[in-house]
T-cell receptor, first 109, second 113 residues
């Protein structure tokens, strides 16, 4: 079993749709959690950190469920520019970062 | 502001050749990382460094070597290139580890033929 597993996707949604991605992790010692966005043939860039209390940044909401060991990313009112691959990243306290394989989102007009 | 700079951007190697991928950051970050990303997959950690003179293996270190003589530079050496090393290589840095954002270079696309 992979340490970090993401919805395989791809997700194809129309503009304006709401879409949610899930990510599960196996290491209960994991301390910090992130969502990165990666555009085609580009480097990953931080989208948002994920806090225990959940956090929101505009149309994006991230949540963490430590008991069930999963994190989620919700995108509301999808835009064409949201088309990308979303990577779930889980860090241990020792600083080891484990990336999920990514979920590809395509938003269509 | 340059951030993390990787060179070259593209390279084709023949089997058995060697090369060094360069990585430099100007943010005075202590932590630096090398990842590889195969098509349709996430990033796998090759090596990382917590400061000048200190390096450690990641998940997939075989066939690679690193050094960290300065805070700014973290080159990755490929010895005896093999087709299995065809991948996109990303260098990254962060101020701390764990809870802080990692900044990535633009990547090096390497093909071994």
């Amino acid at each position: 079993r992979k340490e970090v597993e993401q919805d395989p996707g791809p997700f194809n949604v129309p503009e304006g749709a709401t879409v949610a991605f899930n990510c599960t992790y196996s290491n209960s010692a994991s301390q910090s959690f992130f969502w990165y966005r990666q555009d085609c043939r580009k480097e990953p860039k931080l989208l948002m950190s994920v806090y225990s209390s959940g956090n929101e940044d505009g149309r994006f909401t991230a949540q963490l469920n430590r008991a069930s060991q999963y994190i989620s990313l919700l995108i509301r009112d999808s835009k064409l520019s949201d088309s990308a691959t979303y990577l779930c990243v889980v860090n241990t306290n020792a600083g080891k970062s484990t990336f999920g394989d990514g979920t590809t989102l395509t938003v269509k007009p | 502001n340059a951030g993390v700079t990787q060179t070259p951007k593209f390279r084709i190697l023949k089997i058995g050749q060697s090369m060094t991928l360069q990585c430099a950051q100007d943010m005075n970050h202590n932590y630096m990382y090398w990842y590889r990303q195969d098509p349709g997959m996430g990033l796998k950690l090759i090596y990382y460094s917590v400061g000048a003179g200190i390096t450690d293996k990641g998940e997939v270190p075989n066939g690679y070597n690193v050094s960290r003589s300065t805070t700014e530079d973290f080159p990755l050496r490929l010895e005896l290139a093999a087709p299995s090393q065809t991948s996109v290589y990303f260098c990254a840095s962060s101020y701390l580890t764990g809870n802080t954002e990692a900044f990535f270079g633009q990547g090096t696309r390497l093909t071994v033929v």
